[in-house]
């Protein structure tokens, strides 16, 4: 599919929303020109209802008024239609099926672990050690590359370093220490956090913590 340059690109956000920042640091790798609309999910606008009848969650992509959702289907979307600049899935077909395979591993067991922690539905120790457990499997995958992309960011990289700003409040609250509990995986979200494109979609560490403690004393825990 092509791009005239002409396109319309506008991401239904929430800035704190590891699911949005995908599709804004990709849409700046790509060089994209995107609007922001920040939504207020206690009083979801009229455009996202319309725009994610089925789930009504952010992000949204819409793409010259056409709506594409999903964070890891609006990553592939981008990728499709502005193929030329900064491809983000490998070009090899068993490669790409594994980076699916770990984004999905990433949004099952990284995110259940964020939720919990967030919703306080379980003992704070147990979801630490879950976590770093599962951290530990993905550093083991990145082995002694630079990114999960190989020498270069790729789709894996940005499905992953959106929680790493939540780790970084997480890291705060549990006593997790990344350098030295998951050191590679540590260093892997410093260097991609040099990567401007990343770090300016990022939501700023200390917005997610405030978010945090507003959402603990909305929903009532210490
Ligand atoms: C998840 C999006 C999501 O949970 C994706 O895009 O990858 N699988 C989806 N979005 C949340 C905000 S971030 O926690 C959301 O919009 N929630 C609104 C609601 O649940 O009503």
């Not at 319309?8 to 020109?33: N, Q, T």
């Not at 956090?193 to 200390?206: F, H, I, R, Y």
Request: hydrophobic share 40%.
């Amino acid at each position: 599919m092509a791009s005239d340059g002409d396109d319309k690109v506008v991401i239904l956000d929430l800035h704190v929303s590891m699911f949005a920042m995908r599709p804004k640091m990709a849409l700046a790798l790509k060089g994209v020109h995107y609007e922001s609309k920040e939504e207020d999910l206690r009083n979801k606008s009229s455009l996202l209802l319309e725009m994610n009848p089925v789930h009504k969650k952010v992000p949204v992509l819409i793409h010259n008024g056409k709506p594409v959702c999903e964070s890891l289907i609006i990553l592939e979307y981008i990728d499709e239609v502005w193929k030329d600049k900064f491809p983000l899935l490998p070009s090899d077909p068993y490669k790409r099926a594994q980076a699916r395979f770990w984004a999905d591993f990433i949004d099952k067991k990284i995110y259940d672990c964020i939720r919990a922690w967030l919703f306080k539905t379980k003992d704070t120790k147990d979801i630490k050690e879950e976590l770093v457990e599962n951290l530990k499997v993905l550093e083991r995958e990145l082995g002694e590359e630079a990114y999960y992309g190989g020498e270069r960011i790729g789709f894996l990289d940005l499905v992953l370093v959106s929680y790493y700003t939540w780790l970084l409040t997480f890291e705060k609250d549990v006593e997790l220490i990344m350098d030295a509990e998951i050191p590679k995986l540590s260093e892997w979200g410093k260097r991609c956090m040099q990567n401007e494109s990343v770090s300016t979609s990022l939501a700023d560490p200390l917005k997610v913590y405030d978010f945090t403690l507003q959402m603990w004393e909305r929903i009532g825990v210490a």
